[in-house]
């Protein structure tokens, strides 16, 4: 038994012909669970995403097969159908199947999809839950995602219309339903729509001087932070050359940062103005 089998002693087997869907967190390898390091040591092939940081990759045993399962980097995109096809391929021929996917698997990482398929194909699984960027990110940032008389409530959704959505950019959600809440909502995947996705807030009600936060890259050495106005924020990151992967947070939440982050240990912020 290894040092790490006693920290992990739950865990159950991973059998030949399984996936085990891991989420590797935000980036940082200090954010990766035990458990998803245990199973990644057990994996005979580790199908991966590009958002797996590299320092969690590295953590992999140097004779386990990858097999990049990514949707950037230049390299050729691979659809959904083609990523849960080669997982049943996998699994098929007795592997023991490690689907590492950035964050959570379950929170807008298509887990859901991969996991339907497998149960389609009789492959049996299990979820290995990560840290997903959309809190890290918060932390990262020092904007605590709840606080007592502050917000009751977050709202976790993508600013990505799904595939096949019908009508304008960032008309997939009903921005001003969502803006009558209240609550601070944290977005992924947003970058692209920003600007339209803050003209539906706004003309939803949501007030102009709303605090809004973006943190590029949370939780790695390239992180970035800035903190905006609703009505200018999509112009300042783009004066700022901020791209994605990005958490976008607005509400009340993020004037709390001002307040934390002078004292919070961690990567420099990116304040307005400073063209950084
Ligand atoms: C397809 S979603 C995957 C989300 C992932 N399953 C999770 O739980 O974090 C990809 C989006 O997650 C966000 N994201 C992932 N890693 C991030 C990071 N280190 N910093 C900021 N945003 C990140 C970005 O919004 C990115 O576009």
């Keep these: 038994?290894?040092?790490?089998?006693?920290?992990?002693?739950?865990?159950?087997?991973?059998?030949?012909?399984?996936?085990?869907?891991?989420?590797?967190?935000?980036?940082?390898?200090?954010?990766?669970?035990?458990?998803?390091?245990?199973?990644?040591?057990?994996?005979?092939?580790?199908?991966?995403?590009?958002?797996?940081?590299?320092?969690?990759?590295?953590?992999?045993?140097?004779?386990?097969?990858?097999?990049?399962?990514?949707?950037?980097?230049g390299r050729p995109s691979h659809s959904q159908a083609d990523i849960t096809e080669r997982l049943i391929a996998h699994a098929r021929a007795g592997k023991r199947v490690l689907r590492l996917k950035g964050g959570d698997p379950f929170v807008f990482g298509r887990g859901g999809e991969e996991t339907l398929a497998l149960a389609a194909a009789g492959i049996r699984f299990h979820i290995v839950p990560g840290i997903t960027s959309g809190l890290a990110g918060l932390a990262a940032a020092s904007i605590p995602a709840t606080t007592r008389g502050t917000n009751h409530a977050v709202i976790l959704m993508t600013g990505h219309p799904a595939a096949g959505a019908e009508g304008p950019a960032a008309s997939h959600a009903d921005w001003p339903a969502f803006a009558a809440t209240g609550a601070p909502l944290i977005l992924y995947m947003a970058m692209t729509h920003l600007d339209a996705i803050a003209r539906r807030l706004l003309e939803g009600g949501m007030a102009p001087d709303t605090e809004v936060a973006v943190?590029?890259?949370?939780?790695?050495?390239?992180?970035?932070?800035?903190?905006?106005?609703?009505?200018?924020?999509?112009?300042?990151?783009?004066?700022a050359a901020m791209k994605a992967p990005a958490i976008?947070?607005?509400?009340?939440?993020?004037?709390?940062?001002?307040?934390?982050?002078?004292?919070?240990?961690?990567?420099?912020?990116?304040?307005?103005?400073?063209g950084a």
């Excluded at 590029?216 to 112009?235: E, G, M, S």
């Excluded at 993020?254 to 002078?262: D, E, K, Q, T």
């Design 215 to 239: 943190v590029t890259d949370a939780t790695t050495p390239r992180q970035r932070v800035l903190v905006a106005r609703l009505d200018t924020c999509a112009a300042e990151v783009a004066a």
């Design 248 to 274: 976008v947070a607005i509400g009340s939440i993020v004037g709390l940062r001002a307040a934390l982050a002078p004292f919070a240990i961690g990567p420099d912020a990116v304040e307005p103005g400073s």
């Design 1 to 73: 038994m290894t040092d790490l089998d006693a920290l992990v002693p739950n865990l159950p087997v991973f059998e030949p012909g399984t996936v085990w869907l891991v989420g590797a967190g935000p980036g940082d390898p200090g954010l990766f669970t035990l458990a998803g390091l245990q199973a990644m040591r057990q994996a005979d092939v580790i199908v991966h995403d590009a958002l797996v940081g590299d320092g969690v990759m590295a953590l992999a045993p140097p004779g386990t097969e990858r097999d990049y399962a990514g949707k950037r980097g």
